[in-house]
């Protein structure tokens, strides 16, 4: 059954690229979900942002400094376009915070880390 709906869910999503995957598994795992009440719907309204790469020190350095830009905007204009050296950010801090929900995956020849918004 639970092949069947993976396999039915990807259809639906008409992609069955990693992240569509990475998705399903982050709404099943983070959302407490069951495999037959996951909708198409739902993976799509996912706030879940994907970012894949080699190592999880970049990828959680771009992830707080992208997810900072797109949710604070005016603080991370703030924040480039300071010259104060006190003036810093830390990555790690920012996505350890409890307002996000960070998730770390090692796949077979990369990494991938879903955030997503608590």
């Known amino acids: ?40 719907a739902h993976i799509e309204d996912l706030r879940c942002q994907i970012f894949i790469g080699s190592n999880f020190t970049d990828l959680r350095r771009n992830a707080a400094y992208e997810r900072l830009e797109m949710e604070y905007p005016d603080e991370y204009a703030i924040w480039k376009s300071s010259h104060c050296d006190g003036f810093t950010f830390d990555p790690n801090c920012f996505l350890d915070s409890p307002a996000w929900s960070v998730q770390e995956v090692t796949l077979w020849d990369s990494v991938a880390l879903l955030v997503a918004p608590t």
């Open 1 to 40: 059954m639970g092949a069947l709906r993976r396999i039915q869910l990807i259809d639906e999503l008409q992609s069955d690229d990693i992240e569509t995957f990475l998705k399903i598994g982050h709404a099943l795992d983070a959302d407490s979900l069951e495999l037959p009440d996951l909708t198409a």
